[in-house]
T-cell receptor
């Protein structure tokens, strides 16, 4: 089946530094990738949707200058949390779809636990 | 805007009991509906999905869901649960935009199922 990987699985950083999280589709071409944030005991909150080679579409309330998304190839998308602060600590999950409109099944990565000290 | 409600946050069942998890959505038009499952320590993965056709959808591991349009519901069922079904279950929905294309997938808050041997 379709496999999506994320790296790193866990990262701890100091406040003010930037952190990059990678999301890769291992055995299919992901025309659309999604980045979610999951808070404890809450659902997944979509942060942004990206299509390969174009700018990401951010959800309302998500700072695009703080959460930089690059979908440079059909198998790789990156999320960079710039100038991270403790309130950015969360579980970040990516998913990928091979359907351009993103309407079909999403395949999820294992998530990245970010802790900002 | 579309929304998804999962009324049961935590369900505890004994093995062999029957399961029904509720899912209601708010959107008046055509929708795509999904159930995802997250086993402890694993990724989210698709259980089943409904796009059109037979409203009774069968998924993996003996799960099924019934789309009832008049009730805006897509409840998940399994006649006899096993200890290995212990997991968190998420209902999700997306719907077409009036301007074309599809809206983002919206997830419910999840239901934690605990099956006691």
């Amino acid at each position: 089946g379709a496999v999506v990987s994320q790296h790193p699985s866990r990262v701890i950083c100091k406040s003010g530094t930037s952190v990059k999280i990678e999301c890769r589709s291992l055995d299919f071409q992901a025309t659309t990738m999604f980045w979610y944030r999951q808070f404890p005991k809450q659902s997944l909150m979509l942060m942004a949707t990206s299509n390969e080679g174009s700018k990401a579409t951010y959800e309302q309330g998500v700072e695009k200058d703080k959460f930089l998304i690059n979908h440079a190839s059909l198998t790789l998308s990156t999320l960079t949390v710039t100038s991270a602060h403790p309130e950015d600590s969360s579980f970040y999950i990516c998913s990928a779809s091979d359907d351009l409109a993103g309407t079909d099944t999403q395949y999820f990565g294992p998530g990245t636990r970010l802790t900002v000290l | 805007a579309q929304s998804v409600s999962q009324h049961n946050h935590h369900v505890i069942l004994s093995e062999a009991a029957s399961l029904e998890l509720g899912c209601n959505y708010s959107y008046g038009g055509t929708v795509n509906l999904f159930w995802y499952v997250q086993y402890p320590g694993q990724h989210l993965q698709l259980l089943l999905k409904y796009f059109s056709g037979d409203p009774l959808v069968k998924g993996i591991k003996g799960f099924e869901a019934e789309f009832i349009k008049s009730k805006f519901s897509f409840n998940l069922r399994k006649p006899s649960v096993q200890w290995s079904d212990t997991a968190e279950y998420f209902c999700a929905v997306n719907a077409p935009r009036e301007s074309g294309g599809y809206q983002k997938v919206t997830f419910g808050t999840g239901t934690k199922l605990q099956v006691i041997p």
